[in-house]
């Protein structure tokens, strides 16, 4: 695992937690991961880590911008 590698895994553990606080902080979640994904096309565009950060943007406005389906 790489520094990038790292660094997707820690903002999608850290927005996991956020959310488990409250979706109220969808919206300054999902901010900072378009802000890293966006990094991450200009950057480092075919790192697999930018891949699994975007899945996991569409998967959590999939379950309705980040409120647990549960």
């Known amino acids: 695992m790489d520094r990038i ?3 997707v895994e820690r ?3 850290y927005t996991e937690d956020i959310l488990a606080r409250g979706p109220e902080h969808w919206e300054s979640a ?3 991961l378009e802000k890293m994904r966006r990094s991450l096309e200009a950057g480092a565009p075919s790192h ?3 891949e699994r950060l975007r899945l996991y943007i569409e998967a ?3 379950r309705g911008g980040g409120r647990s389906t549960n």
Do not use: H
Request: hydrophobic share 55%; proline share 7%; net charge negative.
């Open 5 to 7: 590698d790292e660094l």
């Open 11 to 13: 903002a999608i553990a």
């Open 30 to 32: 999902r901010d900072g």
């Open 48 to 50: 697999p880590a930018l």
């Open 60 to 62: 959590l406005e999939a």
